[in-house]
């Protein structure tokens, strides 16, 4: 038994064979053949319909982050959309080159203008990703660019040259092929109206639109990556000066809460008009990748219309899927528009006056940044070793005339930005001037003298500010409705930040005043330590001993988890900061496993904290067995690892050694007395030892945000910034209420260290 289809044929052919016995002999071989290989044909087909859906979701993957990206800029108002998840990577590109399937595709008949419209629609999509990833190559460093500029590269011409074989072929529709090609295309939509030959005629004209654009917009990428580095040298070198200008006005070592505010004010405007990315998208290289990507999106809608009756006649073997790639698609190309087509009108971020259209219809001036990097190659030795001079020489003239014509292509292509730039100015024009004449009504008509005065010393207020906008070319200055927009922003930050305040840290710092108890944590009578101490790692030992203590109540168990977490949260900052050298590294690794296992599983190095042993019951009896057993983990694991070379034995030593440490200096401090003390007593003076460690530690958040405020690589600053403004905002009525207690006698450098404060308490000075 055979497949249906052989039955009938076997059928047909003894009729045949019976009827037309004048066929030519093995005429009905060859028809079998013909037969089998259709049946073949049809049977390999099969999958790419799920190669279409695999197609769809990679197109999805790619428009996710997109949104993603949109979100962010929405949500923090900034409408340039920086590239913030939709970046160009090596995961980026494989995704990308998997939604380019369809263009990819070189000998799979697309025989109905829905296949024509989804194959070209996948090259419009291909333009906006690249238009939106244009912002992230500023994020990069001269080896992620050199790499991911090139493997773009070779994923854009490999798209630019299948497509135009596919041109060439007949794939892609081309008006050079005989009428009866395209009369061959309309037996897949019932009609020749459908598909006539005017319309098939076009196909061919749009796809080599689209490659130029796709090559325009590679070019814009190669030449964007040759200005990055220099430029950011440039903003670099502004940043330092402004830097050192906002340093005159604060004290590193004990800065005040109010100067801390204009600190990282100043440094949030430097962070954000010197972003790399905001950089990127103010150049005119983004406004020309703006404006071709909207002409993307204008032609495959326009092109996209003239299908929609007719959204079910596909003719290849993608059949329905292609139906969801070109609704996927065009979903990504509205959206991945908004972006570029915002970028377009970055340069409104600049004062538009007459000056300032004058410097941008220069079209031919091409800065030195621009040219920079190629130039200094230019002027570099040759890389690579050669014994002859003459071969020197040689290689030295080659390179230098290559060199240049680079140059040439790269100032070419600026300048052509800069024309296409020109497009959206010339339309913002137009719209200001009129916004302008209703304006200058509105002032005539309705404006009193108060707005004017109001007005005057905002812009006074604006002109203290602009000293730390950080700009490319000095003859571009901020717009006031920019620079007021940074500074709002910084300032709505702050005050988001001050609903977040940790409260139940406060009120464990508000039940106890002084820093006496960084002093009786640790009195020394104890051999001397290995490791030395951080801030957190007494306190988490010390709030382990204290909600192990079985006999008291469950909800001041919980405050004083919650006050504690929230007091290591600003204590990391702190250490991070400010005690970040390898000895500490390692008592502070030590101090966040130990807090995981305290506050989520009520452990301590593997023993419940519920009932450490069934035999202790008094307080004396708890405080002894975590030292006896701190004790003989400590013993045991210096016999076993004399070097300590193992990650969590070092982990386990150090733990156990400081728990041996506290306890030992309980039982010493109440000595005789310890049998008297009841689990409440102790509980309470474990807290307020712990309370008094936590604002020591927390008198160096002033010191900390100003640190934070300041990095030396580009890329992080905005985010450094953020922090600190954060910071700031959550910590305003701690560093407030530290302020009223009186500080020991320490230099300011010594503060940031635990071991300088109980010296200080232990050895006070006369």
């Known amino acids: 038994m055979g497949t249906p289809w052989q039955e009938t044929f076997s059928q047909y052919k003894n009729q045949l064979e019976t009827n037309c016995s004048s066929l030519p002999g093995g005429f009905l071989d060859f028809l079998q053949k013909l037969m089998n290989q259709s049946y073949l044909q049809n049977e390999f087909s099969k999958p790419m319909v799920w190669i279409g859906i695999y197609i769809a979701i990679a197109s999805l993957l790619c428009i996710l982050p997109m949104v993603a990206d949109l979100l962010h800029g929405f949500k923090n108002k900034k409408l340039w959309f920086p590239c913030k998840h939709f970046t160009l990577n090596a995961a980026s590109l494989t995704v990308i080159a998997v939604a380019m399937k369809l263009p990819m595709d070189l000998n799979n008949e697309m025989p109905s203008q829905v296949d024509q419209t989804v194959k070209l629609g996948s090259m419009s999509f291909m333009c906006t990703m690249m238009a939106n990833l244009l912002p992230s190559l500023a994020n990069m460093d001269s080896k992620e660019l050199l790499t991911n500029i090139i493997a773009l590269g070779v994923l854009v011409i490999t798209l630019v040259v299948n497509i135009c074989i596919q041109v060439v072929t007949g794939v892609v529709a081309n008006y050079h092929l005989p009428n009866y090609y395209y009369y061959y295309f309309s037996y897949y939509n019932g009609s020749y109206s459908n598909f006539s030959y005017t319309i098939g005629k076009f196909n061919w004209i749009i796809a080599i639109f689209y490659v130029t654009m796709l090559l325009a917009l590679l070019m814009i990428h190669a030449c964007s990556a040759l200005m990055i580095l220099k430029s950011k040298k440039i903003l670099d070198s502004k940043y330092k000066t402004g830097h050192q200008i906002a340093l005159k006005d604060v004290d590193l070592q004990q800065p005040k809460v109010e100067k801390l505010r204009e600190h990282v004010s100043n440094h949030w405007i430097m962070a954000e008009t010197g972003c790399p990315q905001f950089m990127m998208v103010c150049s005119a ?20 219309i003239s299908i929609i009756p007719h959204m079910t006649d596909y003719g290849s073997d993608y059949r329905w899927s292609e139906v969801v790639i070109l609704i996927t698609q065009s979903i990504g190309v509205i959206l991945g528009t908004v972006a570029p087509l915002s970028r377009c009108f970055a340069f409104l971020s600049f004062k538009v006056s007459v000056k300032w259209i004058w410097n941008h219809i220069r079209v031919f001036k091409v800065e030195s940044y621009c040219t920079q990097n190629l130039s200094d190659w230019k002027q570099g030795s040759i890389p690579m070793k050669l014994s002859s001079r003459r071969c020197k020489i040689v290689v030295q003239d080659i390179m230098v ?41 509105k002032v005539m008509f309705n404006a009193s003298n108060s707005m004017l005065v109001d007005r005057h010393a905002q812009i006074q207020h604006n002109r203290d500010l602009s000293q730390y906008v950080l700009q490319l070319q000095d003859d571009m200055e901020l717009a006031e409705r920019t620079l007021k927009s940074i500074a709002k922003s910084v300032t709505l930050l702050i005050q988001k930040s001050e609903k977040h305040q ?39 030992t010390l709030t382990t001993i204290a909600i192990s203590l079985p006999n008291i109540q469950n909800n001041k168990v919980d405050r004083l988890l919650r006050s504690v977490s929230e007091g290591l949260t600003y204590v990391k900052h702190v250490e991070e900061t400010l005690n970040s050298s390898d000895k500490y590294a390692i008592t502070q ?22 009932n450490p042993s069934h035999q202790v019951t008094t307080t004396k009896e708890i405080v002894q067995w975590f030292s006896d057993t701190a004790k003989t983990m400590v013993t045991e694991t210096g016999v076993k690892n004399k070097k300590v070379s193992d990650d969590s034995a070092l982990d386990t030593l150090v733990s156990a050694n400081s728990m041996y440490r506290i306890t030992q200096t309980i039982l010493v401090s109440y000595q005789s007395n310890i049998d008297q003390l009841s689990q409440e007593n102790l509980f309470v003076q474990l807290s307020s030892r712990i309370s008094h460690i936590l604002a020591a530690c927390l008198t160096n958040l002033p010191q900390v945000i100003a640190m934070k405020c300041h990095t030396s690589v580009i890329e992080k600053r905005e985010e450094s910034v953020q922090i600190a403004a954060q910071l700031l905002g959550e910590t305003i009525q701690i560093m407030n209420a530290l302020q009223d207690r009186e500080l020991p006698s320490l230099k300011p450098d010594e503060l940031p260290f635990i071991d300088k404060w109980r010296d200080c308490f232990m050895h006070p000075s006369p």
């Open 502 to 540: 940790p409260n139940y840290l406060m009120k464990l710092l508000e039940e106890s005043s002084g820093f006496e108890g960084v002093g009786k944590y640790d009195l020394h009578h104890v051999p001397e330590e290995k490791y030395v101490d951080c801030w957190s790692l007494p306190v988490v």
């Open 589 to 610: 690794k030590a101090a966040r496993l130990l807090w995981l296992e305290v506050e989520v599983y009520h452990k301590w190095l593997g023993n419940k904290l519920s």
């Open 285 to 304: 290289a983004s406004s020309a990748s703006g404006v071709i990507c909207v002409s993307s999106t204008i032609l495959h809608f326009t092109f996209m």
């Open 401 to 441: 005339r290559i060199l240049n014509f680079c140059i040439i292509i790269q100032k070419t292509i600026i300048v052509a930005c800069k024309m296409i730039a020109l497009i959206p100015v010339v339309f913002v024009i137009g719209f200001l001037c009129c916004f302008h004449f209703w304006k200058w009504l």
